[in-house]
């Protein structure tokens, strides 16, 4: 298996220098770009693509929702992880909204920093729990709920099984152990959820199954 391959976007050298040094420590990474701006970054992009971006939410020229934005739409493969300071709850989630797969305070010990990137490498998604309760519900809340019953009319009941445990955060293949289908199978079932919820990422299944009452927050 191959390194997962990095870049951050971020206009402040001392913390780009502080999180090269936690994630050269790690074997299972590469570093292949390194941007001070998101405008910078997509230049960067048509000739290195990235697994992974640590992505800076306020950057001068092209901020990180701005380039969230531009990467999601030319790049969807790529993952987005925000970098985030204390008190920014409205960056976040707008970030969230830009297709975002997660987000980390920018003063997480290394041990996060690692395992935010492989989650959101392996499980396309990293949520910690400040962004679990509090940032998810505030998605909800922005978001009219509509009528359940017709909003769930075109979902058949094992593809409602499926987004209960995605939205519980089992990965594709503890899903598939657990009701008795192929890993292929449920990576299907996932793909058709987002379609139908026409979700960028995990947020927005969440908010998906908390204005169904899917789920229960």
Same mark, same amino acid.
């Given at each position: 298996?191959?390194?997962? =391959?990095?870049?951050? &976007?971020?206009? *402040?050298?001392?913390?780009?220098?502080? #999180? =090269?040094?936690?994630? @050269?420590?790690?074997?299972?990474?590469?570093? !292949?770009?390194e941007a001070s701006n998101g405008k910078q970054l997509t230049a960067m992009l048509t000739d290195i693509t990235p697994d992974v971006i640590l992505m800076d939410i306020k950057m001068?020229?092209?901020d990180g929702i701005q380039t969230t934005t531009y990467v999601k739409q030319k790049y969807k493969q790529i993952k987005v992880l925000a970098l985030s300071m204390f008190n920014e709850d409205k960056y976040i989630v707008?970030?969230?909204?830009?297709?975002?797969?997660?987000?980390?305070?920018?003063?997480? @010990?290394?041990? @996060?920093? $690692? @395992?935010? $990137?492989?989650? !959101?490498?392996?499980?396309?998604?990293?949520?910690?729990? *400040? #962004?679990?309760?509090? #940032?998810? =519900?505030?998605?909800?809340?922005?978001?009219? %709920?509509?009528? &359940? %019953? *017709?909003s769930l009319a075109d979902f058949n009941e094992r593809e409602i099984e499926v987004l209960r445990l995605v939205c519980q955060e089992y990965s594709n293949q503890e899903i598939a152990d657990k009701i008795c289908l192929s890993i292929r199978t449920v990576e299907g079932y996932r793909a058709r959820l987002f379609e139908k919820?026409?979700?960028?990422?995990? !947020?927005?299944?969440?908010?998906?199954?908390? =204005?169904?009452?899917?789920?229960? !927050?």
């Open positions: 298996m191959g390194k997962i =391959k990095l870049a951050i &976007a971020d206009d *402040h050298k001392i913390f780009r220098n502080g #999180l =090269k040094a936690t994630l @050269e420590d790690c074997a299972d990474f590469d570093l !292949v770009l001068p020229e092209m707008d970030m969230m909204k830009a297709g975002a797969s997660g987000y980390l305070l920018k003063n997480a @010990e290394p041990e @996060e920093i $690692i @395992e935010a $990137i492989s989650t !959101v490498y392996y499980k396309d998604y990293y949520f910690n729990e *400040h #962004l679990s309760i509090t #940032l998810i =519900k505030q998605l909800a809340g922005n978001n009219p %709920a509509g009528d &359940a %019953a *017709h919820t026409r979700s960028k990422n995990l !947020v927005g299944l969440v908010i998906f199954a908390i =204005k169904t009452g899917i789920i229960n !927050v």
